[in-house]
């Protein structure tokens, strides 16, 4: 017998997750341009609708009618495969990622509805290979569009996601001996007095870092790098299939920005305000941060990229693991 | 190592908060300097007849070769242009002509907005030159 209600509270819960993070997705793009404009001193986007709050819409429809090229020499399979292979794991994310607790919508429900789609007992490994999944996006739009420009981005950016994925794991994994779950939601849980980046310092910034180096923005954006490769793995895509790659890396900062904020910064957890919106205060700071550093930082050398991130972020993230080990055995 | 990263976090921030100095151009102007180049006008007399006593000497000087004069003459001998064509789009706004007008006819302004939609908007005849004498303030 099929639980109807489950089926469609599921189903709406999708519906709404999925439109809230489209829309997030748009405004990110306003919200960039505002944040990089003000901190060069400009004022940004300003005569699309008040304060150019129409930009995202204006730049939507600009994208749909673009004309769609598919070069003559690409592999036209791979090609037309590759943005909506970065795409679709950039959303998918979004279904165990949970943005509050239970709630009744004001009364309007009898049962409590907890306030997110699934919840995965190996939430975070559902996470990560989803994201490692997504960088064959990367990989597959490179090499399909045969332009020597594209191949060497798909190559640095296979080669970057590998080396930072590692790292990025491997400074999960004190939060989860602490919490000793891989449940999203346990883990939010088990911060409810104590955040956790409290405990896991160090292991914050790396995340931080890391997902930066994973989402390919700068200062750590080798597979587009446009004053060496013109724009890297996607130079050759027009219309919606460019949208998608950026809609794809917009949705990964909010997955990234979630997911630290889940896993670090106490998820819901908060006072007065209610738990959703604290999630979105802690979310939207996050990402603040990585538009904030993006307009901060020069990018960074490919062997430089690659020396930090096998010889200086590995080695924390294991001494962090062992020094997380080692206080939790002396305190037990 | 830490501590430039900070220090270059901490300026962004700064500017981030402070005020844009974005001019929105077609709202709000900053306008030209006095002795700025812009298109050109004829003046009068006071008696309301043109300055200008078509001696060639701008059609000679003109680099651009933006100025056509034709010579037409009154009963008492007076000499006034017949016809006088300026090229805006010619012009390259160096401003010999003005300096070599013996009778401060041809004068540029610090008008600075000089874009036009045709060609034909910006080739001015003597009378158009007249009538921007009256409109545009120098």
Partial sequence: MIDWSLVIFTFVKVVVVFACVMLCVAYLTWIERKVIGHIQIRVG?????????LQPIADGIKLFFKEDIIPRNANKFLFILAPTLSIIP???????????????????????????????????????????????????????ANNK???????????????????????????????????????????????????????????????????NRTPFDMPE????????????????????????????????ASLATTLFLGGWHGPFLPPLVWFMIKVFILIFFFIWVRATYPRVR?????????????????????????????LN | MIKPLVKGLWITLKYFFSKPITVHYPEEKVGSFPRYRGLHIIGRKPDGSIKCVACGLCE??????????????????????????????????????????????????PQYENAAYKKEELILDRDTLLKRGDEVKI
């Fill in chain 1, 90 to 144: 950039a959303l998918m994310t979004f279904a165990v990622i949970p943005f509050g607790d239970y709630t009744t919508f004001f009364g309007l429900l009898k049962n409590p509805e907890p306030m997110r789609i699934a919840e995965l007992n190996v939430g975070i490994l559902y996470i990560f290979a989803l994201a490692g999944l997504g960088s064959y996006g990367v990989v597959f739009g490179g090499w399909s």
């Fill in chain 1, 45 to 53: 986007p300003m005569y699309a609708g008040w304060h150019g709050l």
């Fill in chain 1, 149 to 215: 420009y594209a191949l060497m981005g798909a190559l640095r950016g296979s080669a970057q996601m590998i080396s930072y994925e590692l790292a990025l794991t491997l400074s999960v994994i004190g939060v989860i001996m602490i919490s000793g779950s891989l449940n999203l939601v346990e883990i939010v849980n088990a911060q409810k007095n104590v955040w956790n980046v409290v405990y896991q310092p160090v292991a914050f910034i790396m995340y931080l870092i890391c997902g930066i180096a994973e989402l």
């Fill in chain 2, 60 to 109: 000679a000087i003109c680099p651009a070769k933006a100025i056509k004069i034709e010579i037409g003459e009154l009963e008492d001998g007076m000499r006034y242009p017949k016809t006088y064509i300026l090229d805006g789009w010619r012009c390259i706004f160096c401003g010999l002509c003005q300096e070599v007008c013996p009778v401060n006819a041809i004068v540029l302004t």
């Fill in chain 1, 225 to 256: 790098a446009e004053s060496e490769l013109v724009a890297g793995f996607h130079a050759d895509y027009s219309s919606m299939k460019f949208a998608m790659f950026f809609m794809a890396e917009y949705a990964n900062m909010i997955t990234v």
């Fill in chain 1, 302 to 330: 490919f062997d430089q990229l690659m020396k930090l991130g096998w010889k200086v972020m590995v080695p924390i993230a294991l001494a962090n693991i062992f020094v997380t080990g080692l206080v939790m055995m002396l």
